[in-house]
T-cell receptor, first 113, second 112 residues
Framework: EAGVTQSPTHLIKTRGQQATLRCSPI?????VYWYQQALGLGLQFLLW???????NRGNFPPRFSGRQFPNYSSELNVNALELEDSALYLC????????????FGDGTRLSIL | KNQVEQSPQSLIILEGKNCTLQ??????????LRWYKQDTGRGPVSLTI?????NTKSNGRYTATLDADTKQSSLHITASQLSDSASYIC???????????FGRGTSLIVHP
């Protein structure tokens, strides 16, 4: 069974540009979560999608947005990139609502120059 | 405010030795606690998940304990191996909340 897959593995952008990160959940998982892990910091919750709907978002500005497609894959979009957006962006999926063990992908390393 | 504090921040041990990592939390009402292992450049991988009624859970050389009264958990690693070098993250979920609270992790380095 394939795990959570994320693309691209690495992404290099400059300030002010826009970045799109993609995530494919484990087959059968309907919930997708996005996290930011900046160097030396813990995981910070960004967004949660379930059945195509945004269910919750963390304390991040509106330039962080995303969506979930009918096949449950998801995109994270970051507009007007800033230097502090440099981080590992992790996607996780689970089978449904409620505190579920979340299965993580290996992340997209976003570097802002 | 729900918080998860882990200690120590980093730990260096020799191969073959045992070690214990600590996790204190203020998350309430408690639902479950998970320990993850995160290798450098990889996503976290679940080691154990414990609910309120569970005191101990093992996964190979990893043993997690939970004291729901004092709101403390520990992860004990027995006979450490070089491959145990990683960050260990404690994650606590509150009942009724779908977003867990993550600790900052303990960075473990195992030297030969």
């Amino acid at each position: 069974e394939a795990g959570v897959t994320q693309s691209p593995t690495h992404l290099i952008k400059t300030r002010g540009q826009q970045a799109t990160l993609r995530c494919s959940p484990i087959s059968g998982h309907t919930c997708v979560y996005w996290y930011q892990q900046a160097l030396g910091l813990g995981l910070q919750f960004l967004l949660w999608y379930d059945e195509g709907e945004e269910r919750n978002r963390g304390n991040f500005p509106p330039r962080f947005s995303g969506r979930q497609f009918p096949n449950y894959s998801s995109e994270l979009n970051v507009n007007a990139l800033e230097l502090e957006d440099s981080a590992l962006y992790l996607c996780a999926s689970s089978t449904g609502r409620g505190p579920q063990p979340q299965h993580f992908g290996d992340g997209t390393r976003l570097s802002i120059l | 405010k729900n918080q998860v504090e882990q200690s120590p921040q980093s730990l260096i041990i020799l191969e073959g030795k045992n070690c214990t990592l600590q996790c204190n939390y203020t998350v309430s009402p408690f639902s479950n606690l998970r320990w993850y292992k995160q290798d450098t450049g990889r996503g976290p991988v679940s080691l154990t998940i414990m609910t309120f009624s569970e005191n101990t859970k093992s996964n190979g050389r990893y043993t997690a304990t939970l004291d729901a009264d004092t709101k403390q958990s520990s992860l004990h690693i027995t006979a450490s191996q070089l491959s145990d070098s990683a960050s260990y993250i404690c994650v606590v979920s509150a009942r009724g909340s779908y977003i867990p609270t993550f600790g900052r992790g303990t960075s473990l380095i195992v030297h030969p």
